[in-house]
């Protein structure tokens, strides 16, 4: 996600040739074992990022995000000149005079209610580097002092520049020691992230999988990609979603552990939209075998987590409409 709109140009061919082998066979039946459940997180969630900025979308406080969304990614921390760590700068004058004690209040009085409120690391401008030990270590220490200065409950991995695995899982590790049983840890990876599990996303969300609370990958602005039987999907389509959906839940990721990221409007993305009902018929059809376009799973994942979207911003902008069709179509998945 940007400070402009969304992000990535799509994947191109030779990409997807490239990838071709290392998708198809890759699939030992296997669903990997359920994470240890956080706080406030309920078995099916929404996750929808707030922009701290306006872009154009509508400005919101945090307490005006709207009741479906289960996870709020507070986007986005800022990275400061020490290699690895970040800070948090509210943007009190894009956002109309909003205070640094009303948004503490607003986390407060949404987590009172239930939810979980995190704090996004990286979006695509997010230059955050972790790829050291000293720069590990920076970071689980940045984020879990915004953790106690805010009371975030976790934090989002967005980072869309590239990512290593040794580094960042050491960081993570280090962070759930010092904040416990309670952390929230979610990532949205790109879909070319999580083509393979031999990439550095999709590796160490695999090394952190006895944390982590859910992958909301970013199914849009990619172009056409590779789904789960090696065939090509176009983004914008129910077997696109399902599909690439299909790779993370035969190659580890529990499917408590995934979930959809899509555009809450036209405007939110470069592409990949879709209408609210085809995200809910991907849930179906992933969930309980309904739904399905040409695409359909060898098994079905009842466990499922839900779906994201950015931004809460953009929905608001749309009239809800997004989290008003998709927030009780996920609560009411089986």
């Known amino acids: 996600m940007d400070r402009i709109r969304r992000r990535r140009t799509g994947a191109v061919a030779g990409t997807l040739t490239a990838l071709a ?27 929808g990022y707030w922009q701290n900025f306006d872009n154009g979308a509508q400005v919101q406080k945090l307490g005006d ?8 990614a507070v986007a986005f921390a800022d990275a400061t000149g020490t290699p690895g760590q970040v800070t948090f700068n509210l943007d009190s004058a894009g956002l109309g005079g909003y205070t640094v004690d009303q948004f503490k209040a607003d986390i407060k009085a949404k987590q009172a209610a239930g939810k979980s409120v995190i704090i996004s690391v990286g979006g695509e401008k ?14 689980a220490d940045s984020v879990y002092a915004l953790m106690r200065e805010y009371g975030f409950d976790g934090v989002d991995i967005d980072l869309e520049n590239g990512l290593d695995s040794t580094y960042m899982t050491q960081a993570l590790k280090s962070l759930a020691g010092k ?5 929230v840890l979610t990532m949205a990876p790109q879909t070319i992230d999580m083509q393979s599990p031999s990439n550095e996303y999709f590796k160490t969300a695999l090394a ?7 992958v909301n990958m970013q199914y849009y602005n990619s172009g056409s990609m590779l789904g789960c039987d090696g065939k090509v999907y176009s983004q914008g389509t129910v077997d696109f979603l399902t599909g690439l959906a299909c ?32 995200v809910n018929n991907a849930l179906d059809c992933l969930a309980k075998g309904t739904g399905c376009g040409s695409f359909k799973p060898s098994k ?9 979207t950015w931004s809460t911003n953009w929905d608001a902008g749309a009239g809800s409409a997004w989290s008003k069709a998709v927030g009780p179509h996920v609560h009411d998945l089986p």
Do not use: C, W
Request: a negative charge.
């Open 300 to 308: 079905t994942y009842p466990d499922i987590r839900g779906a994201m």
């Open 179 to 183: 904040a416990g049983s309670g952390l």
């Open 208 to 214: 952190v999988k006895d944390i982590l609370t859910v």
């Open 65 to 72: 995000v709207q009741d479906d969304y289960d996870i709020i």
């Open 21 to 47: 082998l290392a998708v198809t066979g890759l699939f030992a039946g296997g669903t990997g074992t359920a994470a240890a459940d956080t706080r406030a997180v309920p078995q099916h969630a929404v996750t």
């Open 247 to 278: 790779i993370q839940l035969e190659n580890g990721l529990a499917p408590s552990q995934v979930g959809i990221g899509v555009p809450a409007s036209p405007q939110a993305a470069g592409g990949g939209y879709v209408f609210p009902d085809v």
């Open 126 to 139: 997010g230059a955050v580097a972790v790829d050291d030990a000293a720069s590990a270590s920076a970071f």
